[in-house]
Each structure stands twice: as C-alpha cells, then as structure tokens.
C-alpha cells in the first residue's frame, strides 16, 4: 500500500468519524502513525463517549473498509 493509499483511507475514516461525531474537529483527527492513544483520548473528550466505544468504532470503519 502507498502513501495516497493509506492518506485516501484515512480521509474516509476521518469523514465518517465526524457523521458519528459531529462535533469532532479537523485538528482533534489529525492523526500520525504511533498516536491512536491520542487520537481515541481527543475523540473521548469532544464526545464524552466511553474508550472502549470510540476503540469499536474506529475498528469497525477499519473492518469496513477491508483493510
């Protein structure tokens, strides 16, 4: 997989999190490799959302898309 492959999927996923999560940010989905902890806290504060909900989440758009 390239780099545009895995920035094109990121930007499916960024734009699904923000249908489930509406108030989510551009800035708080920023994510670099080696940060999901930071990613999942961000998503945890904007949503009030439980850890292990928004980690469901983000497996799901993972599961869903074939990867």
Do not use: C, P, S
Request: net charge positive; hydrophobic share 30%.
């Amino acid at each position: 997989m390239n780099t545009l492959e895995i920035k094109g999927d990121w930007n499916i996923a960024k734009g699904k999190l923000k249908q489930k999560w509406a108030n989510l940010t551009d800035h708080d989905l920023q994510y670099t490799e080696g940060l999901q902890d930071e990613l999942v806290g961000r998503i945890q504060k904007r949503t009030g959302e439980t850890r292990e909900a928004v980690e469901k989440a983000l497996k799901e758009y993972h599961t869903a898309k074939g990867a």
